[in-house]
């Protein structure tokens, strides 16, 4: 019997890690950092095409991101529960060492959703409005956040000897004697350790699926014009439908419930719900205008939205074409005045002209 031969394969970086100077500029962060960059932009472009003046997604970011951040720490720590309780305050420490990986996404979501929610209230958005207009930026998020995943060489699947097998290097925990976090393992020869075989890329996998969670929700939306957080809830049931079957591929310790690890129960249910919400919840694409009394916006439809643009011009024109009646009158009063001055004075030297007259011949 021979072995497989791997005629190819995905290499993984050894460093996930690079100082400038006494500052480490880590590859995970800088992934989730350009992910929300994406998101932003995305957003705005869609948020600005339904009425809101230009970035305004950052008044929601302000608020969303350091919430999902928070959030899917928490829920990574808490469905990680052997890597950060029982440990003292080293399980302390190692759970706010977010540098070192480990964000769920579901707390994301939960976590960013409720900083919307904040900002929303604040600058009188409506929610659903916010939620829709970010169902294709987030997927794309993600997906770039995946990478982080790949720097950090984690998270992959099983053995296998596909062409896209991913080789995965044995990263450093920080022990003594050994490289930095973020650093491979060396061998006798300095170079890279790497773990035998090759594996499933699940980062890979999740992250072409996000993007083919985006684009179909921007090709749907832009079809059926989905309102009231329907097109939010048409991405979530996309992305738990790849979620589910590409987190059981994956190999990382995880907390098993009915022989099904516990994320992949959370994405059937989050998928249920999800697809509940789609079905029942009816109503058309939201767009926004200033609101009429006090600060906010308001809520309207496309129609709506429409009139309101072509009405607005119309208005300037008319308070221009008031303006330049007003000037004309202007113009004409000061004209009228300067002509019966002419005329009184005219008048006056006629006067004065027969009375010395009068007085030449007396």
Known sequence: MFAPVILASIPSPSTAVWYLGPIPLRA???CIIAGIIVACIVTDRRMRSRGTPPWTVLDIAMWAVP???????????????????????DGVVNALKIWEGGLGIWGGVAGGALGAWIACKQIGLSFSFVADCIAVGLPLSQAIGRLGNWFNNELHGG?????????????STGAPGDPPVGQALAGPDGKPLLLEGAYHPTFL????WNLGVAGLVYWLDKKYKFGKGRAFALY???????????????????????GLRLNVWVSIIVFLGALAYFVLRKGPQEFVIPATEGKGWQTVTEEEFVAHKAAAPA??????????DSETDSAT?????AATDTDETGQAKDEKVEHDAAASKD
């Open 205 to 208: 996998y999740e992250l072409l």
């Open 315 to 324: 208005e300037s024109g008319t308070a221009t074409d008031s303006e330049t």
């Open 333 to 337: 009063d000061s004209a009228t005045d």
């Open 67 to 89: 919430f999902g951040i928070v959030g899917a720490r928490i829920y990574h720590v808490i469905t990680s529960p052997d890597n950060y309780f029982g440990h003292g305050w």
């Open 28 to 30: 995970y962060a800088l």
């Open 236 to 258: 979530v049931m996309a992305y738990t439908a790849g979620r589910a079957w590409i987190e059981a591929m994956r190999t990382d310790e995880a907390e098993i419930i009915g």
């Open 159 to 171: 053995p296998t000897d596909l062409p896209w097998g991913l080789k995965v290097h044995q990263m």
